[in-house]
């Protein structure tokens, strides 16, 4: 039987960074890592596998270079059952490893709703982490002159965009109002929407898919207003849901979501069970409620937590909880989040007021490439704290929902960005007198501090 | 005599955010800003009207529209003296104007070494915030073959790498060991350096000039070991100097570096005058000594405090001192940097260790357009606090500059940059798993918590 000091299962981001973290701070531990696929996928990177980028080849994590190059054992195969009480894993091949410390990073798979009909049939796929999937899904996509998108989140939204550039017809259906309805304000989804729509993708808001149909072969969606969209093939995007079978199976308690319950040093129930990533479970940073994020970014946060906490608990948290800070692309246009929308802060019951402002990514905006850039802040009405922002704007969008992300982590007010210092950049940001981050912030502190 | 509540000299970035913010915050105050030029430029566009943009007419502050849209009275006019005691000042057509408050924003011209002999020749010019000067320089130097460029800061290497667009042969000179050698440590320098010289700009270091010479018109510069470099043309970048004369004369306290002293408040020694921007004496947020940082984004700062505590101490500053947080494009690699580098800390006696991460700014590195992304961060040994970080990348780099100045401002140390969370996307930044900041974090805590 193999042993090693701290076994970690999953070899995707999360079990990466958690993996060679761990290494990091205990270099004469054994650490091994194993993983399902002989080939890990970039996560983020596969909606552009459709277009933007060859294929699955050129989006691979590498993974096995960077254990390798790290001194980390990396073992492909299955774990079938864990026993954290032995601290003894099978595999699917029979082998066993005993473990000191286990790290669970099962990420997620594609959420299917029981109620739709037609989900079996060829041609109907979905969007998993998986490499051979990912490549016969191409391979029948590229056949196809139609196809049906169904769910408007991140994947359905980035898959749209990408495959639009293929010249298929492409239809997406959300049942929300608007696409990614759940991550932005509707304004902020309204103008994601209309550059969408903009790059020729036809979009379907407000209904949901009653079934799926055809001979073998999936040919027609039925919308629930009855309506019928014949198609050669349907992408279901309607969400991921946490690898939890093993984690059951071992007795470890679970959430009602159905994560694996951890605290805020990613540790379960079980002494020297860890688990980080999407099928962890997680507690939003502004309203201290369970939240189901699923990000490779938060992710990696986890993982790093959890490697260095491992023998001893070495970094204390300086920030509790999840802030979801994410961005997307549609065409030449980026959208960002950090930390909650204006919708979700008044759904909570958070007394806020919100400052807009709108100007140009480049100074002057006469330089070639200048896009509008527009930053939207989410603010506590009493403590006058950031609560969450929203961006649109061009390649910037990236980092500068990172600075948002930062004044929010540290609990920043409006008085503490508006004395606060920023770099400037004809050709990299928007001007020092009209930045829209800090002209948002001046917009809240008129209908707060000097109303 | 016309009168009004509060006087701002300059209408530059500077006066434009100082007179906003005071209406912004006494809307029944009446707020007057002067300005010598008709048409402001967007100073740190300058550069950029010599190739990127058509020219200076599309390099315009749209000041005036701004001012008339917040109900700011504009005067285009020259201010030859202020009384701080009877709180008048009197104007070169000789009407006066008189003030409760007075915000001085007078900005900083071209400094030319009084020992440069020939400096006064024709074709030899400087790069001041001017309209008429600036289209005059650019006429002539259309006409020339060939440049020669004295002083490597920022205005020196962005001119050099625009002027160089334009086809002519373009030589720049630099006393120090290597260009931007004040910004940045050396190896970032070398790298800004080996980008210019690529893009077949001449670039000689370690060389002072010794004279320019010429029959009426500039043909020659000679370097302090003697060689003659000959050339049509002379562009001189040796630095910047506060525009003081009006405030020495007034008899307001002055600083050793010849800058208005001012508190955290932006308050001169006179009561009601206060002073933002380059004319403004500054104390750096590490070292807490004098600093001259002369950056619209500084100034544009400066001019907020100032704006908001004209009448009341009511935004209190939650950061003391100033941070530099800049960064410039060569071609198209951008360098970034914010606070203190390591040099600058090493020579302040700093006791720092250095972490240092090159990844890709996208993910996977195999995306179009991806560019290596390298981030330094210098840190407090004992106290783990971020004191400086480098960065050098693609168009996300001001930006990832700026959320590396929020790091700083907010007194992160490693450990809490390690636990931060942070977003990521496929097209706008580097990878969750590869994340250049928080690697370099990591690599700095190897070194330090875990050595």
Request: charged content about 20%.
């Amino acid at each position: 039987m193999k042993s090693t000091d701290v076994l970690v299962i999953g070899g995707s981001a999360a079990g990466l960074v958690a993996a060679l973290t761990a290494k990091r701070i205990n270099p004469n531990k054994t650490i091994t890592a194993i993983t399902k696929e002989e080939k890990t996928l970039v996560p983020c990177g596969i909606p552009y596998t459709f277009a933007s980028i060859d294929g699955t080849d050129s989006n691979i994590l590498p993974s096995d270079k960077m254990f390798k190059d790290a001194n980390v054992d990396l073992i492909i195969g299955e774990v079938i059952s864990i026993n954290p009480e032995s601290k003894i894993c099978i595999l699917k091949n029979n082998d066993s490893i005993s473990f000191d410390k286990l790290v669970l990073a099962t990420g997620s798979s594609p959420s299917i709703p029981k109620w739709l009909k037609g989900a079996d049939l060829e041609n109907v796929f979905t969007v998993p982490k998986n490499k051979n999937y990912l490549d016969i899904m191409k391979t029948e996509l590229n056949k196809c002159n139609k196809v049906v998108i169904v769910g408007a989140g991140f994947i359905g939204v980035e898959l749209s965009d990408e495959l639009k550039k293929t010249g298929k017809e492409i239809i997406l259906i959300e049942k929300l109002p608007h696409i990614l309805g759940l991550c932005f304000d509707e304004e902020i989804s309204i103008k994601a929407e209309e550059v969408l729509k903009g790059n020729g993708v036809i979009v379907k808001t407000g209904l949901g898919v009653q079934e799926l149909s055809g001979d073998k072969k999936v040919n027609k969606v039925v919308l629930e207003n009855g309506e019928i969209i014949n198609t050669d093939a349907v992408v279901l995007s309607m969400g991921y849901k946490p690898n939890n079978k093993l984690a059951i199976e071992s007795g470890i308690a679970m959430s009602k979501q159905g994560c694996i319950m951890v605290d805020e040093y990613m540790r379960t129930d079980c002494a020297d069970v860890f688990a980080v990533g999407d099928c962890a479970q997680k507690y939003d940073f502004i309203t201290r409620k369970p939240c189901c994020t699923m990000l490779a970014s938060t992710a990696c946060a986890e993982a790093r937590i959890a490697g260095v906490n491992l023998f001893k608990l070495s970094a204390i948290k300086t920030f509790s909880g999840t802030i979801s800070i994410f961005s997307t692309v549609i065409g030449t246009t980026a959208f960002g989040v950090a930390g909650i929308t204006e919708t979700q802060a008044r759904n909570e019951g958070f007394d806020v007021v919100t400052g807009v402002f709108e100007g140009m990514d480049k100074h002057p905006g006469t330089l070639p490439g200048a896009k509008k850039q527009l930053v939207k802040l989410i603010v506590g009405k009493e403590s006058s704290i950031v609560l969450g922002g929203e961006v649109i704007g061009g390649s910037s969008v990236g980092e500068l929902t990172n600075v948002i992300g930062m004044i929010i982590q540290n609990r920043m007010n409006i008085n503490s960005i508006l004395t606060s210092q920023i770099g400037t950049h004809p050709l990299l940001t928007a001007s020092p007198a009209g930045y829209p981050l800090l002209k948002a912030a001046g917009n809240v502190a008129i209908k707060t501090i000097y109303s």
